[in-house]
Protein backbone atom coordinates (compact mmCIF):
# COMPACT_ATOMS: atom_id res chain seq x y z
CA UNK A 1 0.00 0.00 0.00
CA UNK A 2 1.44 3.48 -0.86
CA UNK A 3 2.10 5.70 2.00
CA UNK A 4 1.15 9.68 1.46
CA UNK A 5 2.85 12.34 3.06
CA UNK A 6 1.44 15.54 4.09
CA UNK A 7 3.25 18.49 3.60
CA UNK A 8 3.21 20.75 6.82
CA UNK A 9 4.67 24.08 5.31
CA UNK A 10 4.57 26.17 2.36
CA UNK A 11 6.82 27.29 0.01
CA UNK A 12 7.61 30.91 -0.07
CA UNK A 13 8.77 33.34 -2.11
CA UNK A 14 9.00 36.97 -1.31
CA UNK A 15 10.07 39.38 -4.48
CA UNK A 16 10.41 42.75 -5.43
CA UNK A 17 11.49 44.44 -8.85
CA UNK A 18 14.86 44.93 -7.42
CA UNK A 19 15.32 41.33 -5.61
CA UNK A 20 14.27 37.88 -3.81
CA UNK A 21 13.92 39.15 0.05
CA UNK A 22 12.94 35.46 1.15
CA UNK A 23 12.79 31.99 -0.36
CA UNK A 24 12.12 29.30 1.56
CA UNK A 25 9.40 26.88 3.97
CA UNK A 26 7.49 28.43 6.57
CA UNK A 27 4.75 26.95 8.69
CA UNK A 28 2.51 30.52 8.49
CA UNK A 29 2.16 33.61 6.00
CA UNK A 30 0.53 36.40 7.71
CA UNK A 31 -0.24 39.74 5.37
CA UNK A 32 -1.88 42.69 5.18
CA UNK A 33 -4.05 41.96 2.74
CA UNK A 34 -6.73 45.22 1.06
CA UNK A 35 -9.47 43.51 2.89
CA UNK A 36 -8.15 42.55 6.26
CA UNK A 37 -5.41 40.83 7.45
CA UNK A 38 -4.94 37.25 5.72
CA UNK A 39 -3.12 34.00 7.74
CA UNK A 40 -2.04 31.28 4.98
CA UNK A 41 -1.44 28.02 6.54
CA UNK A 42 -0.58 24.83 4.56
CA UNK A 43 -2.96 23.26 2.10
CA UNK A 44 -4.69 26.50 1.51
CA UNK A 45 -7.37 27.28 -0.94
CA UNK A 46 -5.87 28.81 -3.78
CA UNK A 47 -6.01 32.98 -3.95
CA UNK A 48 -5.01 35.80 -5.58
CA UNK A 49 -5.08 38.99 -3.76
CA UNK A 50 -3.85 42.41 -3.83
CA UNK A 51 -1.44 43.81 -0.56
CA UNK A 52 -1.70 47.12 1.47
CA UNK A 53 1.28 49.03 2.94
CA UNK A 54 1.71 46.71 6.48
CA UNK A 55 3.45 43.90 7.65
CA UNK A 56 4.12 41.01 6.65
CA UNK A 57 5.48 37.91 8.76
CA UNK A 58 6.86 34.66 8.11
CA UNK A 59 6.82 31.74 10.64
CA UNK A 60 8.53 28.79 10.31
CA UNK A 61 8.09 26.79 13.82
CA UNK A 62 9.05 29.02 16.87
CA UNK A 63 10.95 31.02 14.34
CA UNK A 64 10.05 34.53 12.09
CA UNK A 65 10.41 36.92 9.60
CA UNK A 66 8.79 40.35 10.25
CA UNK A 67 8.78 42.47 6.56
CA UNK A 68 7.34 45.87 5.35
CA UNK A 69 5.66 45.48 2.50
CA UNK A 70 4.10 49.12 0.48
CA UNK A 71 1.36 47.00 -1.45
CA UNK A 72 1.82 44.64 -4.35
CA UNK A 73 0.23 40.94 -5.14
CA UNK A 74 0.12 37.73 -2.46
CA UNK A 75 -0.91 34.80 -4.83
CA UNK A 76 -1.72 31.07 -2.89
CA UNK A 77 -1.54 27.92 -5.28
CA UNK A 78 -0.78 24.31 -3.92
CA UNK A 79 1.54 25.27 -1.03
CA UNK A 80 3.40 27.85 -2.85
CA UNK A 81 2.82 31.21 -1.26
CA UNK A 82 4.22 34.00 -4.12
CA UNK A 83 4.61 37.61 -2.82
CA UNK A 84 5.33 40.47 -5.17
CA UNK A 85 5.70 43.30 -3.30
CA UNK A 86 5.73 46.77 -5.14
CA UNK A 87 8.43 47.24 -2.39
CA UNK A 88 9.36 45.39 0.55
CA UNK A 89 12.45 45.84 3.26
CA UNK A 90 13.54 43.20 6.02
CA UNK A 91 12.48 44.44 9.65
CA UNK A 92 15.53 44.70 10.83
CA UNK A 93 16.94 46.66 8.06
CA UNK A 94 14.42 49.43 8.37
CA UNK A 95 16.25 52.87 9.47
CA UNK A 96 13.47 54.22 12.25
CA UNK A 97 14.81 57.58 12.14
CA UNK A 98 13.62 58.01 8.38
CA UNK A 99 10.72 56.25 8.79
CA UNK A 100 10.02 59.11 11.78
CA UNK A 101 11.37 61.67 9.71
CA UNK A 102 8.93 60.34 6.74
CA UNK A 103 5.95 59.85 9.26
CA UNK A 104 6.36 64.04 10.21
CA UNK A 105 6.50 65.28 6.48
CA UNK A 106 3.69 63.07 5.59
CA UNK A 107 1.98 64.41 8.85
CA UNK A 108 3.00 67.76 7.35
CA UNK A 109 1.91 67.78 4.05
CA UNK A 110 -1.77 66.07 5.22
CA UNK A 111 -1.71 69.72 7.00
CA UNK A 112 -1.09 71.71 4.07
CA UNK A 113 -2.79 69.49 1.49
CA UNK A 114 -5.77 71.52 -0.75
CA UNK A 115 -7.31 68.86 -2.47
CA UNK A 116 -8.24 65.92 -2.24
CA UNK A 117 -5.22 64.23 -4.56
CA UNK A 118 -3.09 65.92 -2.21
CA UNK A 119 -4.63 64.67 0.67
CA UNK A 120 -4.98 60.89 -0.55
CA UNK A 121 -1.39 61.17 -1.09
CA UNK A 122 0.06 62.16 2.23
CA UNK A 123 -2.68 60.26 3.78
CA UNK A 124 -1.05 57.06 1.86
CA UNK A 125 2.17 58.17 2.90
CA UNK A 126 1.59 58.82 6.24
CA UNK A 127 0.35 54.94 6.43
CA UNK A 128 3.22 53.44 4.81
CA UNK A 129 5.36 55.47 7.04
CA UNK A 130 3.32 54.37 10.22
CA UNK A 131 3.96 50.84 9.06
CA UNK A 132 7.47 50.83 8.62
CA UNK A 133 7.79 52.06 11.87
CA UNK A 134 5.48 49.47 13.72
CA UNK A 135 7.64 46.22 11.72
CA UNK A 136 10.98 47.61 12.54
CA UNK A 137 9.82 48.21 16.58
CA UNK A 138 8.10 44.26 16.21
CA UNK A 139 11.63 43.10 15.26
CA UNK A 140 13.49 45.27 16.87
CA UNK A 141 11.59 43.95 20.37
CA UNK A 142 10.42 40.63 19.08
CA UNK A 143 11.01 37.92 21.35
CA UNK A 144 11.06 34.72 18.62
CA UNK A 145 14.24 33.95 17.06
CA UNK A 146 15.29 34.54 12.91
CA UNK A 147 14.37 32.02 10.66
CA UNK A 148 17.54 30.58 9.55
CA UNK A 149 18.21 31.53 5.89
CA UNK A 150 21.46 30.03 5.30
CA UNK A 151 20.36 27.09 3.68
CA UNK A 152 17.71 28.58 1.74
CA UNK A 153 17.65 28.48 -2.01
CA UNK A 154 18.69 31.72 -3.62
Do not use: C
Not at 36 to 46: E, M, S
Not at 61 to 74: C, I, K, R, Y
Amino acid sequence: MATTTTRNTLHVEVVTAERELYNGEATLVSAPGVEGRLGILPHHAALLTFLKPGELRIELGDAEEPFFVSGGFLEVSHDRVTILADAAEEGETIDEARAQEARRLAEERLVESRSQNDRAEAQAALERALSRIRVAEYARRRSRRRIDTAGMQQ
